[in-house]
């Protein structure tokens, strides 16, 4: 079946220790997302790729970068991760356009310790 | 602009009705709703664009309003697969970012 996948599912680091999350997808969409969720609140935008065009919100931290090497796969790196940054990193896909229906991959639970 | 969800809770008992509402303070282009699961994805449900559309899926569905800038989700007789966190997302205009409410929680018990 087509997809979003992520991997790790589970990932423990420790403070300050850079970390790579990684999706990839089969659904051969143009748009890639990455969110952070804490517990109990509404999914927030860190940034997206529509192609090889990147787009950062303006919030998001200089410690989270981004890469998309090929349609199918999108990295998130933490470069030094903070006690804040524990929280669930949701990858999601889109078809064409911006904002078409948002397609989520299982996500990977974050903790640092 | 972050929209306003309410309530922020809900509990029912198998086979009854429930109604989320969805605000904002500005004009929208479309409300996105989606269903997640503890420990899972959130997972896509409808899209409304303006118009004041109306959609329907098994016993969930929804409308926009687009005049009072408020979407309302309505769940039917509802089953227990129905729990889980119910997020509205809006757009202000076309092409324009999803930012999500911050969610309601629907307990659905036997």
């Known amino acids: 079946d087509a997809m979003v996948i992520q991997n790790p599912r589970y990932q423990v680091t420790q403070f300050g220790k850079p970390v790579t999350l990684s999706c990839s997808q089969t659904l051969n969409h143009n748009v890639m997302y990455w969110y952070q969720q804490k517990s109990s609140q509404a999914p927030k935008l860190l940034f997206h790729y529509y192609d090889k065009d990147f787009n950062n919100e303006a919030d998001t931290p200089d410690n989270f970068q981004s890469r998309r090497p090929n349609t199918s796969f999108c990295f998130l790196d933490i470069r030094s991760p903070g006690l804040g940054d524990a929280a669930m990193y949701l990858c999601?896909?889109?078809?064409?356009?911006?904002?078409?229906?948002?397609?989520f991959g299982p996500g990977t639970r974050l903790t640092v310790l | 602009q972050q929209p306003v969800q309410s309530p922020q809770a809900v509990i029912l008992r198998e086979g009854e009705d429930a109604v989320i509402n969805c605000s904002s303070s500005?004009?929208?282009?479309?409300v996105h709703w989606y269903r997640q699961k503890h420990g899972e994805a959130p997972v896509f449900l409808m899209i409304l664009l303006k118009g004041g559309e109306q959609k329907g899926h098994d016993k969930i569905s929804a409308s926009f309003n687009e005049k009072k800038q408020q979407s309302s989700l309505y769940l039917t007789a509802s089953q227990l697969s129905y729990s889980g966190t119910y997020f509205c997302?809006?757009?202000?205009?076309?092409?324009?970012?999803?930012?999500f409410g911050e969610g309601t929680q629907l307990t659905v018990n036997p």
């Open positions: 997302g809006t757009q202000e205009t076309s092409g324009s970012r999803l930012t």
């Open positions: 999601a896909t889109s078809r064409g356009t911006s904002w078409d229906t948002q397609y």
């Open positions: 500005k004009a929208l282009y479309s």
